[in-house]
C-alpha cells in the first residue's frame, strides 16, 4: 500500500508538492517563531546578568540598554565623564564613547575596567597601555584579517568638526578570546583615542605653533605623541554611556538615589529594563501564536476540504479497486497512506529549514538591533 502510495504520490507531483510545502512552511513559522524568539531572549538576558547598572542620557530605557551593551550605533547622545566622579567613589566604572566604526565593526571607546567587569580574556596580545592601540574582537580579527601588531584606519562621521573629519591610524595590541557575544564583533580603544577620533585631541607639527588642520589621518608615533594634547576641561568630554558595578547592594541603591538627585543622568538595571520590553514582545508572541493557530486551522480545513474533493474526482479509481478485490476500506487506507507520506515529508522539510534558518534570523535580529 506504501509502494503504491508513493508512485501516485510521485506521478502527481505538481500536487503533491502544493501540499507538501504547505505542511512545511506551517512547520516552519511556528517553529521559528517559538524557537528564533526563544533563544534571541535568552541571548540578551545573558548579556545583561551580573550585578551592574548602565548610566547614559536619559531617554528610552532600551535604547541604552541597546547601545551600551548590544553597540548598537545611531544615537548621538551624550553625558559628560565629570558627572560618573562621585559614583567611582562606590563602584568600578567603566565608560564608553560608541558612534564610529572601522570596516563596518564598531568602534568602541572604553577603559580597562570594561574587560574586567565582562571578565574578557585575550587569545592573543593584551589591552591597550597608550593612545593609538585597539582590541579586537574575535569574530572582527578573523572578518578583517588582522593580528596583533597590524594597523587599521578609523571611519570618522563627526559632523562638529569644521576641518573635517579626522582619521586615525590604529594598532592592535590583543585580540579577544570568542564569548559569542556582542564583545566579538566590536573594536575597543581607549577614551582618549576615541575622543581624538572625535577631534577633541591633536598633535601640532614642528612647523606650525598651533593644530595642524590640514592632517586627515592622525598616526600615533612618538614624535606625534611627544606634542600631542587636549584642550578644555577634560571632565566636560562626552561618554555615551558607562556601566557600573557596585560594591555592594547597598551603594547600588545609594547611586540610584544620587544620580536620581542630581537630575543629570539616568540609572538603570539593565536586566530589569530588558525584561519589561521583553515581556511586551512575547505578549505580541502570544497573539501571533493566536493568528497562526487560527491560520493553522484555516490550513487544516482547507486540507480536508481538498480530500473530500479528491475522494469525489477520484470515484472511477476507487471503483476499479472494488473490482479487482480490494478490500473495501482499501480505498480509504491508501489515501490516509498518502497524506502520511505528505505530512512527513512536510514536517521534516520544515523542521530541517527551521534548525537551518534559526541562527540566520537570530544574525537579522542582532543588525536589527544594531540600527
Known sequence: ML???????????????????????????FL????????????????????????GRKGANVDLIMDSLYFRQGNSSFIQIGDLKPIREKAAVATQFNLYS????????????????RQLSFASGGAFTQMGECILGHDVAKSLGLKVGDKTVTEPTNIFDPAGSTSVQLTVCGILSKTDSPDDKAIFTSMKTIWTVHGLG????????????GIKMIEFTPETLKTFHFHGDENKYPVTSALISPKSTKDSTMIKAEI??????HVIQPE??????????????????????LVSSLLFLCLILLIYLQLKLRNKEKQLLDRLGAEKLYFHRLICAEWVILS?????IGYTSSIILNPIILELFDKINKG
Open 272 to 293: 530589569a529594563g530588558l525584561r519589561s520590553f521583553l515581556n511586551m514582545i512575547f505578549q505580541l508572541d502570544q497573539l501571533f501564536s493566536m493568528v497562526l493557530i
Open 3 to 29: 509502494d503504491l502510495a508513493l508512485k501516485r504520490i510521485l506521478h502527481h507531483k505538481v500536487l503533491s508538492s502544493i501540499i507538501t510545502l504547505a505542511i512545511a512552511l506551517s512547520c516552519l513559522i
Open 344 to 348: 512527513c515529508a512536510g514536517l521534516v
Open 102 to 117: 572601522v570596516s563596518g565593526h564598531a568602534l568602541i571607546g572604553t577603559e580597562i575596567e570594561y574587560f574586567d567587569l
Open 32 to 55: 521559528l517563531l517559538t524557537s528564533a524568539l526563544d533563544s534571541y531572549a535568552e541571548r540578551l538576558l545573558n548579556r545583561t546578568q551580573g550585578n551592574f547598572l548602565v548610566a
Open 202 to 213: 591633536h598633535s601640532h607639527s614642528p612647523e606650525t605653533e598651533g593644530p595642524d588642520l
Open 260 to 265: 536620581s538627585a542630581q537630575n543629570k543622568i
